[in-house]
C-alpha cells in the first residue's frame, strides 16, 4: 500500500536496496542511553519473516550477521524464538529472541517500520533481537556468570531485565 506523498532520495534508496539486495541494514550509532545496533529492512519483503535487530556490535560484523541471517533463512530458516543459530558471526552461536510487538519501536526499528507500512500498509509486528555470546566465555547475557560489560553493551529488547 504505497503513500501518495512524493518519496525522499533515503526512501529510493532503500527501496531499491531492498529490491535489489533483498534487504539494507541500518546502524545507529551509541548515544548516552543505548549502545550502538544495527537492524535490517525487508526480512517481510524478501523471506516473508519478521526484521532483526543486533545491539553492541561493530557496525561491519553486524552488517555480516544480518546478511548471513537473510542467506540461512532464503536457504529455508525459520526465524524462531530460542533458535540457534551457526555460522552467522564467525565460530560464536548467536541466539534468536522474539521481540514482543509492542517493544517494536521507532527507537530501533523507525526505517524497517516506515518500510512495512509503505509496502504492506500495516504496522511491523514481528521482529527478533540476535543475541551473541562473551568472546571469552562464550556466556549470554541471561547465563548467571556473564561479564556485566556483554550485558551492558546488548539490552535484552525481549525482556523486563537480564538478572
Not at 551509541?30 to 535487530?53: L, N, W
Not at 526465524?79 to 543459530?85: A, P, Q, S, W
Not at 564467525?90 to 512495512?116: C, L, Q
Amino acid at each position: 500500500m504505497e503513500s501518495s506523498r512524493e518519496l525522499n532520495d533515503y526512501e529510493r534508496e532503500l527501496l531499491a536496496n531492498v529490491a535489489e539486495r533483498g534487504f539494507q541494514v541500518t546502524t545507529v550509532f551509541a548515544s548516552d542511553d543505548f549502545p550502538t545496533f544495527s537492524y535490517s529492512i525487508g526480512f517481510p519483503a524478501t523471506v516473508g519473516q519478521g526484521e532483526v535487530i543486533t545491539i553492541g556490535l561493530h557496525s561491519d560484523a553486524a552488517y555480516g550477521l544480518i546478511e548471513e541471517t537473510l542467506n540461512q533463512c532464503r536457504d529455508g530458516l525459520v526465524l524462531r524464538d530460542g533458535l540457534i543459530l551457526d555460522g552467522t558471526l564467525g565460530d560464536y552461536p548467536v541466539v534468536v529472541k522474539v521481540i514482543p510487538a509492542d517493544r517494536i519501536t521507532k527507537e530501533r526499528f523507525n526505517s524497517a517500520m516506515w518500510f512495512h507500512d509503505y509496502r504492506y500498509g500495516t504496522p511491523l509486528t514481528e521482529a527478533f533481537q540476535l543475541v551473541w555470546p562473551c568472546e571469552v566465555t562464550r556466556l549470554f547475557p541471561w547465563d548467571a556468570e556473564c561479564p556485566d560489560d556483554v550485558i551492558s553493551d546488548q539490552p535484552l529488547l525481549f525482556e523486563q531485565s537480564v538478572h
